[in-house]
């Protein structure tokens, strides 16, 4: 796209109004990623945890004097260790939500966007819109011309062999 400053400005600003158009969607997305954490706990995390009256309290007493507190910061312990495990797979997945829900979708929005605007124009209407230099259109024209007159040798020398 260096070469061509003015097709340079105008896929950039496309590129902008579809991330843009995208980013509802990201956000959205992101935000489902999170509630989802927030809502429903891994169970088999906390299963560790002793639950019965010989290994962590004494179901008789109040809910208050029932466990010592080396049972209480156990179960702190690893309730902070649960936080940090799913903020580390927050850390993930936030991305790549991200990437997938904006930057792929974007990018397929631009190229149907670029692909419908440009498919139907012509060669010399492309080379204006693409502020080519003259000398550059000129020597593709030539290589152009230079590549339908090898084709057509090969044809002739292949027709001529094979007889």
Same mark, same amino acid.
């Given at each position: 796209l260096r070469q061509y400053p003015t097709r340079?400005?105008?896929?950039?600003?496309?590129?902008?109004?579809?991330?843009?158009?995208?980013?509802?969607e990201s956000k959205r997305a992101t935000l489902q990623l999170v509630d989802m954490e927030c809502g429903y706990l891994t169970v088999e995390f906390f299963r560790k945890l002793p639950q019965d009256a010989e290994k962590g309290g004494n179901p008789t007493h109040s809910i208050f004097d029932r466990y010592n507190d080396a049972y209480l910061r156990r179960v702190g312990?690893?309730?902070? =260790?649960?936080?940090?495990?799913v903020c580390a797979a927050l850390r993930h997945s936030i991305p790549k939500s991200i990437v997938y829900c904006q930057v792929r979708e974007s990018k397929r929005s631009l190229l149907d966007h670029f692909f419908t605007e440009l498919g139907g124009k012509e060669a010399r209407a492309l080379g204006r819109m693409l502020d080519e230099d003259p000398a550059i259109i000129q020597r593709r024209t030539n290589?152009?011309?230079?590549?339908?007159l090898y084709r057509t040798? =090969?044809?002739e020398i292949d027709a001529i062999t094979w007889k």
């Open positions: 340079r400005a105008e896929v950039s600003t496309a590129a902008v109004e579809a991330l843009e158009r995208m980013r509802d312990s690893t309730v902070l =260790q649960y936080v940090n495990m290589l152009q011309r230079r590549l339908e040798a =090969q044809a």
